[in-house]
């Protein structure tokens, strides 16, 4: 058995859905491990994880839409407002997604559906850095 972990960074330009499918793909198979469980965890609780459809575009504009009317940036509607009106939203968002994906791997390759990709999905309007721990675990 196994063990490789390393981080990255995103960086994001404010509220939306980045993919990381490359760099994650990339770092998993340059570990040459056959068969395992990749785990990609946020660390962040206004950010989240999302494995979603990257072959068109409009399946991630229609997500963002759909969180940005269930989770309103209306200040009157929350307590904690300590970052802005967009605070709370967030931290509501990154709860009904999730901050830690499990994708298993099986010769050296991620098991991805044909148009699944990996998603950081930013929910702050402003820009930041994002923290993603990849953690592999093989043979």
Not at 104 to 119: E, I, M, T
Not at 121 to 127: A, G, Q
Request: some cysteine; glycine content about 8%.
């Amino acid at each position: 058995m196994s063990i490789a972990q390393t981080s990255i960074s995103v960086d994001t330009g404010g509220q939306g859905l980045y993919e990381i499918t490359d760099s994650v793909r990339r770092w998993t198979e340059a570990q040459n491990m056959g068969v395992g469980l990749l785990t990609v965890y946020c660390r962040h609780t206004s950010a989240s994880l999302v494995i979603q459809e990257n072959a068109d575009p409009a399946v991630l504009e229609d997500l963002q839409t759909f969180f940005k009317k269930l989770a309103q940036e209306d200040p009157s509607l929350y307590r904690h407002s300590a970052e802005g009106p967009d605070d709370m939203p967030a931290h509501i968002k990154s709860a009904l997604t999730q901050t830690s994906l499990g994708i298993p791997l099986s010769n050296g390759r991620l098991l991805l559906g044909r148009w699944q990709g990996v998603f950081l999905f930013e929910h702050r309007l402003r820009p930041h850095t994002r923290d993603i721990i990849l953690h592999l675990t093989g043979e």
